[in-house]
């Protein structure tokens, strides 16, 4: 009785092996993919509970689901030479689970490579300004490129975006002075354009003024209520140009001479030329020094009129 208990418990035992063993759970997300003796099923497992064989078959659960994929930052240098640094990432589902598990030993390490090697063929075939303002249209090359290996695996590019795009120092800093002076351009050209809209606006006034002398009248005051308002302290006196320029036509030009002072002509011989006058000489004569009588009863080493 006890060994019929003991075999009983091993053989159930051994049935919970089994169908723990035989018996495999699918995500709604997942598909499985059977190999039965190594040789892979046709069709895939759905969500549910999978039976399968022990010992006999081998189940591999593949991803349905979109994966994101961040592509390292790549060094590279634009068709107009500058040095950039560009990341990226991608946006991928399988959809062939069969040949994703079959075709490819890691389609996720086959798609990164392949992410990178397109995205520095991006950079090198690319100027600049496409970099920095013509994504869209980098993304979709990018995308195709990529997905033209990955068709082949089962896998689908969803969508392929560039991040960011470092610049260096250098570059940095000429661009802000472009960007300044491009600034500095249009602001002269409205000042311009402001300009010649109020010159326009000036002269039809003064067609206006010329044909209505009342107005160029009625402008003065208003011109000095504006002045009377702003400085209470201040006089203004309105003078008629008409005066001033009656005044300039009345006045008689008078040119001034300067005199200059009468140039004295020097005598001139006709054989030496001009006679010049003998400058005064000045010569030193040297008188003969005279000795004085010594004083007889004078102390010698004295002379009159020197003091001891």
Sequence with gaps: MTFLLGLLAV???LGIATAGASLRVVKEYERGVVYRFGRVRPRPLHAGLAVLIPIVDRLQKVNMQIITMPVPAQDGITRDNITVRVDAVVYFKVMDPLRAAVDVQD?????????QTSLRSIIGKSDLDDLLGDREKLNQGMELMIDSPAAGWGVHIDRVEIKDVSLPDTMKRSMSRQAEAERERRARIITADGEFQASEKLA?????MAEHPAALQLRLLQTVVEVA???NST???PFPVELLRFLERATPSQPTQTETPPRLDRPTDPV???IVAPKPMVSAV?????TLPRPEHAPLGFMPGQCG
């Design 204 to 208: 039809r006034a003064a067609e206006v």
């Design 107 to 115: 389609y996720f390490a086959a798609i990164g490579q392949v992410a």
């Design 11 to 13: 053989l159930g035992a």
């Design 235 to 237: 006089l203004v006196l």
């Design 229 to 231: 308002a702003e400085r």
């Design 272 to 274: 030496d030329g001009p």
């Design 286 to 290: 040297r008188l003969p020094q005279q």
